[in-house]
């Protein structure tokens, strides 16, 4: 099974973000900067991220993105069916009832054995991705990955998130 390269970018931002301060943002240049990609295309799988609720768009000159919601509740499923959509991998045409040798409806009343194994194979993909939390993730990097590479990766952070105003201090 081969999943888009807006997978991969979904799944790094979402990590990034998950390592921002409170109600702080990045914006999606920034993340498009620290992952050499082109800012429109990655705004594309951001905003299907927010429309999935994994993400949250804040407007504005200190705007850009943040984590919709704990990242202990974010889990790779969710993140793989916002950029790729909720159909199955495999889609069975039935041609086995094509061709010159073309039977009755009625010769094929079983299930399709392809069909049912491939189904049978998505749902466990399925299920490893629902398993995989965001925030498991991000503390095995943190704690398993080079240190230079975290250190370079919470720097980034660290320079882009935008702090937000609390309620408290935003003026009506």
Known sequence: MKLGEGVEAAIHCAAMLAGVDG????????????????????????????VARILESVPGPAGGYRLARPAEHITLLDIVLAVEGREPAFRCGEIRRNGPARLDVSAYVKPCGINAAMLKAE???????AEAKLSDIVSEFMTDADPRSVAAGCAFVARHQRPQKSSSTKQA
Request: charged share 15%.
């Open 123 to 129: 749902k466990a993909y399925r299920a490893a991705l």
């Open 23 to 50: 109600d702080a943002t990045i914006p999606g240049a920034a993340m498009a900067e620290a992952f050499g990609l082109s800012p429109s295309y990655l705004l594309k799988h951001l905003n299907m991220l927010s």
